[in-house]
């Protein structure tokens, strides 16, 4: 089985400062290996963030290309530029890779220690000690099993309330317990870590004593969905796209009136269009043998940007989304956000007649647009996006 490591972040600047001194950097290789760095630079501010940033970025790119972690922390050591006032290169760091099957390993310096949860809850990780260069790094290795769910933060985060709310801070062990409170069965990565960062401003009371950043990671079954997007630019093509669409692994889905017409002719299978409207501004569904959903085109592409938007901008806590719903939009939202972790788009080139008609003013381009903003969407939740035109 091959594993997907569904990530995300949340920061807060230390107050009055603009630009945050935690730093995450993400990395996707081709082989489907993820690696992970939050780093934490010295202080705040801009000094802070010249050091998360080379830390997180440095990590993570020599490890996608197999370094190991002594010569990623010799190369730290070795790059940081020295602050000026203190005559310290420092940053501390936490790493997480994970390979295409599931094995897990980590690596933690000077950071809050990772917590890690299995069917909601706490699992004790076993740590091994390392010296590097004087570091004293925690190493461990570990195989995931879906679903699993690893949190990682800064000491920003522990700090929190610190000579205010809170006269020693939130302290370590308090968040694991609300970590633990709020491990849902099914809660995201983005949510997981909006929660967790919304309580540290308001234990600050909005004003931040230092830079704090929460990243989660989700790792769940890989999961493939092909969207098959307006007619070919050639007739001729029809069958070939068609049949791209349908041998392909995972979840299928058709956009468009007149692209669900060529693929009910080309496989020889009867199109059903619904009669119930569920949103009246939206266009009904069909249902086609073979394929998962079927939608109309533009309408509901836009519709299902704007909730895809909407979630990345709230983290997923708005009630905008109502996943029961049965229009288009809102299952080709459930079907590209929450049922696949990897989207391929086959887009037709073809001029729609139907889009030529004055009481339909809808270009080629604003279609071209829509897929490329979806894409561009997509790819901000951590998900692999591939587009392909005929």
Known sequence: MKFFADAAYESINHYGEELCGDKVEFIRDQGGGFYAVLADGLGSGVKANILSTLTSKI??????????????????????????????????????????????????????????????????????????????????SFQAQVDDMLVMFSDGVVHAGVGSLLDLGWQYDNIVKYAEEAMEKDISPRVMAKKMVSTVNTLYMNKPGDDSTVCAIRFREGRAVTVMVGPPAKKELDATVVNRLMYSKGLKVVCGGTTSQIVS???????????????????????????????????????????????????????????????????????????????????????????????????????FSLIGELAEELRKTGKRVTIEYF
Request: proline share 5%.
């Open 265 to 367: 002719r080309v496989t020889g299978r009867e199109l059903k269009v619904l009669l119930d409207y569920d949103n009246p501004a939206l266009p009904p569904t069909a249902l086609l043998p073979g394929v998962d959903l079927v939608t109309e085109g533009v309408l509901t592409l836009r519709k299902a940007l704007e909730n895809i938007r909407e979630l990345n901008e709230t983290g997923g806590e708005h009630e905008l989304i109502n996943y029961k719903k049965k229009d288009g939009a809102t299952k080709l939202t459930r079907v590209l956000m929450e049922e696949s972790t990897e989207v391929h788009f086959l887009v037709g080139q073809a001029l729609n007649e139907a889009h030529q008609n004055p009481g339909m003013p809808v270009s080629l381009g604003l279609k």
């Open 59 to 140: 990590i993570a790119t020599m490890m996608a290309e197999g370094a190991k972690l002594t010569e990623c922390v010799e190369t730290i050591a070795s790059t940081l530029p020295k602050c000026s006032e203190r005559g310290l290169a420092y940053s501390t760091f936490t790493i997480v890779k994970v390979k295409p099957d599931g094995w897990i390993y980590t690596a933690e310096f000077d950071n809050p220690l990772i917590i890690y949860f299995r069917d909601g809850r706490l699992m004790e990780l076993e740590r091994e000690v390392v010296e590097i260069d004087g570091k004293i790094i925690y190493t461990s």
